[in-house]
């Protein structure tokens, strides 16, 4: 059989989806024992945080180059190695002894994600597009997220279980589900879902001699993108959601006080069904115009900032469970619905690099949340109503930036 014919078993929708089980499956199975690992190779609280810095700050370097060579060099092969650098990194991590070695393989896993990141999206959007399937977008990624977060579920549970034997096994594990990535990317991934004559200009050499000024070209025509207003809303509107960082980090050590170590499975598995569902509602919704796009973005990053303080009230018992699995109902529907805003807005040939583009400046200001969160940790013992103040504080700063963004577009001509 051809590789053409191999190519034409799978649509572009499915290989999509499959590569989100990929991808869930290698984040979700180290998910759960990342933190307790690192603390038990001798690595302080503080130091926790600085290794995720070194990790944002390679995603945020890497960002637009690979973005730029996605819609260049081939969307195709920025997947592939991108999946080739989340194996290394597992590896890696196999081998970790401390904070240095812990570092380089955060870079490694960083450089990964730059290089996935805006190329899978870009993609799947372009291939839909060529099956004049456009409107079926949104639903796509929605799919998409959904999967992923169940995936993610069954990664994490099945590391937690690897874990009790030895923490170093689930990032193993995480490693070998980056090869069925590979070999999709490979084999399966259509050329429909390229930049504008990307396969010709890979075909004829890749030592072109207009590569930079291919590269050039690219960058000007993501940066018009960029400075169109609904772009900038969407990237405020992303930055607006960082201040859930302090969630993101400190809810095991908030459930803990109730539930012991053990029983922050089962918080993780309700969180998980929390973002499966809000994916879900996502892919329900019917193609939308930008005006509605914004209004669904708003009420679900609303509908998961109001629950904070509830959550606080609640506290780490039954009930304050059930309050989370809401708020992540919104969290969970966020990023879908991102992504669709954004790849509805970038041009046919630069996708990958606007949506790059975009995740620079969020991983920018997530790195200064990062280094924020370990200068105020660093020495200092966390207790429930410190991570009260820092939730309360952070979903107050989001429910502000929101309204903003909404009197931005109201009173915009």
Not at 64 to 86: E, F, I, K, N, Y
Not at 112 to 137: C, K, P, Y
Not at 204 to 225: H, L, R, S
Request: glycine share 10%; aromatic share 10%; proline share 3%.
């Amino acid at each position: 059989m051809s590789s053409l014919t191999k190519r034409a078993c799978l649509k572009p929708e499915t290989v999509f989806l499959i590569l989100q089980v990929t991808i869930g499956l290698f984040m979700g199975a180290h998910s759960t024992i990342y933190v307790p690992f690192l603390v038990q190779i001798g690595l302080s609280v503080s130091q926790v945080f600085l290794v995720n810095v070194f990790y944002a700050g390679a995603i945020m370097v890497a960002e637009v180059p690979t973005g730029m060579l996605a819609d260049t060099r081939g969307r195709r092969w920025s997947v592939q190695m991108g999946m080739v650098a989340w194996m290394l990194s597992g590896v890696m991590y196999v081998w970790v002894s401390g904070f240095w070695s812990a570092v380089i393989a955060e870079v490694v896993g960083g450089i990964g994600q730059a290089f996935i990141s805006g190329s899978l999206n870009a993609w799947i959007t372009d291939a839909l597009h060529m099956r004049d399937n456009q409107v079926e977008r949104k639903r796509v990624f929605g799919n998409g997220e959904a999967i992923k977060r169940v995936f993610l579920l069954l990664g994490g549970a099945f590391g937690a279980l690897l874990g009790g034997w030895t923490l170093r096994a689930p990032f193993a594990v995480s490693a070998a589900c980056a090869v069925p990535g590979i070999i999709l990317g490979l084999w399966y991934m259509t050329p429909d879902g390229e930049a504008h004559n990307v396969q010709d200009r890979v075909a004829e050499d890749v030592q072109d001699p207009q590569g930079f000024a291919a590269f050039t070209a690219q960058w000007k025509d993501a940066w018009c993108v960029l400075n169109q207003r609904d772009m900038r809303w969407i990237m405020l509107f992303m930055v607006s959601a960082i201040w859930f960082a302090p969630i993101n980090f400190f809810w095991p050590i908030w459930f803990k006080t109730c539930t012991g170590v053990r029983g922050l499975g089962l918080v993780w598995i309700v969180m998980m069904m929390g973002l499966l569902v809000g994916s879900k509602l996502v892919s329900t919704l019917k193609h939308a115009e930008a005006s509605h796009e914004r209004r669904h973005l708003l009420l679900a990053i609303v509908a998961s900032a109001v629950f904070v303080p509830i959550l606080v009230l609640a506290g780490c018992g039954v009930w304050g469970i059930a309050v989370f699995f809401l708020h992540e109902i919104g969290r969970g529907a966020i990023t879908p619905l991102q992504s669709a805003y954004i790849q509805g807005r970038a041009q046919k040939r630069n996708g990958a690099t606007v949506e790059s583009s975009v995740s620079l400046l969020v991983n920018g200001c997530g790195m200064l949340v990062l280094v924020a969160l370990g200068t105020a940790t660093q020495g200092v013992q966390l207790s429930m109503p410190i991570i009260a103040t820092l939730w309360i504080c952070g979903s107050t700063l989001v429910l502000l930036c929101v309204f903003a963004l909404w009197l931005w577009r109201k009173l915009s001509p």
